[in-house]
C-alpha cells in the first residue's frame, strides 16, 4: 500500500493533465499547477474533456460517478509555494527544456517539505542532469508516462545513483495504485525503454518530411499497412503534441533534426496547429 496521499502535478498540457486526472481517478488528491490564471482555465476545460473520455471509452467505473469523483479530487493553484505545501509527491510536467526544468526544481527545493518526493516525467532528459538542482537527490526519481495514460497505461521509473531504494520501491507501490504498470529501469538510459525505440523511428519518418521524400500520409500509410500498426508516425506526432516533437528536436544539434524543428515551427506551431489538442497538426480532428 501506497504512503503517498497528496500529489501535485506541475504542468497541465496534455500529459501532465492526463497524469493528474488519472491519479485523481484513483482516490488521490491532486493539486493541478500551472503559472497563471489563464492556463488554469483552460486545464479545467481539458479536465472535464477528459471526464467525459473515461466514460467514452469505458475506463471502468468512470460513468458510474468514478470520472466525477476525479474531478471533485482534484483542485488548482498557480502559486507554487501553495501548491506544493503538503506534498507528499510532486510530478514535473513542465517543457522539455533542461534549464525550465532545473529552474523549477530549484524554486521546488526551498518550498517543499524534507518529506516530499520529487518526480521528473522528462522525455529525454537524464534526471541526474536534474539532481543538484532539486536539494535532495535522494528523494528524486524520473516517473515517466505514455500519452492517453488510462489506455498505455506504462509508468518508467528510472532513479540516479543517488536515489534511494525506499523512494523507488515508494514511487512503484503509487504508480500500480493509480492503475499503471511500473517499469522499472536498472540504471539510467536516456529516453527510457520506450522513447529509446520511438524518438528513432519519429525521427526517421521526419527526416523523410524534411528531405521532401513522401507527404505524412503516405509515410503513415506505408507503415500502417505493412506492419498492421494501428498508427503511423505523424498520427503518433500529433498526438504526443508538436511542441513536444519540436523542443526534442530543437535540443539535438544534428542538421536534420534542427531542420524538422525549423518546419515544424514554421508550418505548424506558428500556426496554432499543436497536434490533437488543438484539433489540427499534420492531420485535422476538427468537426465538419
Known sequence: MTTIKNVTVLGTGVLGSQIAFQTAFHGFTVIAYDINAEIIAQAKTRFASLAQTYIDEH???????????ALANISYSFELADAVKDADLVIE???????????????????????????????????????????????????????????????????????????????????????????????????????????????????????????????DKTWRIATGAPLGPFQIYDIVGLTTAYNISLANPAPKRQAFAKLLKERYIDKGKLGRST?????????K
Open 59 to 69: 475506463v471502468v467505473g468512470a460513468a458510474n460517478g468514478g470520472s466525477a469523483a
Open 93 to 219: 510536467v513542465v517543457p522539455e527544456k533542461l534549464e525550465i526544468k532545473r529552474d523549477v526544481y530549484t524554486r521546488l527545493a526551498k518550498l517543499a517539505p524534507p518529506k516530499t518526493i520529487f518526480a521528473t516525467n522528462s522525455s529525454t532528459l537524464l534526471p541526474s542532469a536534474m539532481k543538484d538542482a532539486t536539494g535532495r537527490p535522494d528523494r528524486f526519481i524520473a516517473l515517466h508516462y505514455a500519452n492517453r495514460v488510462w489506455s498505455h497505461n506504462t509508468a518508467e521509473i528510472m532513479g540516479t545513483t543517488d536515489t534511494a531504494p525506499a523512494v523507488t520501491q515508494a514511487i512503484v507501490e503509487f504508480a500500480t495504485a493509480t492503475g499503471m504498470v511500473p517499469i522499472e529501469l536498472k540504471k539510467e538510459h536516456a529516453g527510457y525503454l520506450l522513447n529509446a525505440l520511438l524518438v528513432p523511428f519519429l525521427g526517421a519518418a521526419g527526416d523523410l518530411l524534411v528531405d521532401d521524400i513522401a507527404e505524412p500520409d503516405m509515410v
Open 279 to 287: 484539433g489540427e497538426g499534420f492531420y485535422s480532428y476538427l468537426k
